[in-house]
């Protein structure tokens, strides 16, 4: 570990302040569905659902959504997919979907995840949320909803950690081996 970015109390007011950023943008909640990208993303959205029902006490539907089959690099990867849940428990067509993911990188994540979502129907709108945006994108994406920007070299790692997986909350930096 190179050093701690953010800890438990960060991530609890960051979750904060973008279901607050998600209501004002959206102007309050009408049509709204949010989607978590596995694993990490999956997390992030039942927080932000939570906070969401705190606020303005209505209920947001929550999905999950796995892009092992619609990653660029299926075939190329060394490490195999580990697939995991995807449910999309509404019709998405005509909904403003936030889709949710721990890290931006590249982008390519972000590319797969929209096709997916688009075998569920033809939302009004994505917009995405991040907890992290570490730079050295590959594709022209951007996040609405940004936790926090961090400068990074290309050779070192971000890593999130849940208490949903046991951990401690945490995101670290890592310099890769
Ligand atoms: O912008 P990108 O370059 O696509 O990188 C970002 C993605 O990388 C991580 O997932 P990873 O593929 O490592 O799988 P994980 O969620 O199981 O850790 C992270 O959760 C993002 O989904
Ligand atoms: O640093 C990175 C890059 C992609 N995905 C991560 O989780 N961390």
Do not use: W
Not at 79 to 107: A, M, N, Y
């Amino acid at each position: 570990m190179i050093k701690e970015l953010l800890n438990k109390k960060d991530i609890e007011r960051i979750i904060s302040r973008i279901a607050h950023e998600i209501i004002e943008k959206n102007k309050g909640t009408e049509g709204i569905c949010i989607v978590g990208i596995q694993r990490g993303g999956v997390y992030l959205a039942k927080r932000l659902a939570n906070k969401i029902k705190g606020i303005e006490n209505v209920d947001i539907t929550v999905g999950s959504l796995d892009i092992s089959f619609y990653r660029d690099d299926i075939g190329i990867r060394k490490e195999q997919s580990i697939v995991r849940k995807t449910d999309i428990p509404c019709d998405i067509t005509d909904k403003k979907i936030i889709l949710v993911d721990d890290v931006l990188f590249t982008g390519r994540s972000i590319r797969a995840a929209m096709d997916a979502l688009m075998d569920f129907g033809r939302p009004a709108q994505i917009q995405l949320a991040v907890l992290i945006d570490r730079g050295h994108r590959e594709l022209p994406i951007r996040a609405d909803y940004v936790g926090k920007n961090i400068p990074t070299s290309i050779l070192e790692n971000i890593e999130v950690q849940f208490e949903e997986e046991g951990l401690e909350d945490k995101v670290i930096l890592m310099q890769n081996v």
